[in-house]
């Protein structure tokens, strides 16, 4: 019985989980607004593959004068001209 709760609570759990995901991908962001680069990197880190790690990117983008806030399309500019396509 006590394994038939966990494994109903795991299925439950794993639902859950692509329901939010689900959400986050459908949530409106506007493209004009600015944000900061841990708000754009905490967006698009799914996408980005795992050996451009965030430091590096944000050094880069740092010396392409991206400073501070931008929209996410110069953002997603800034990461193609460093070699990366989403």
Do not use: C
Request: aromatic share 6%; glycine share 4%.
């Amino acid at each position: 019985m006590a394994k038939k709760k966990a494994k109903k609570q795991a299925n439950l759990a794993a639902e859950i989980k692509k329901m939010e995901e689900a959400k986050r991908k459908a949530a409106p962001v506007s493209k004009d607004k600015k944000i900061n680069f841990d708000s754009w990197y905490h967006q698009r880190k799914d996408r980005i593959p795992k050996q451009h790690m965030k430091e590096i990117l944000k050094a880069d983008f740092l010396a392409r004068g991206i400073i501070g806030e931008a929209t996410l399309e110069e953002f997603d500019k800034a990461l193609e001209l460093y070699g990366v396509k989403l």
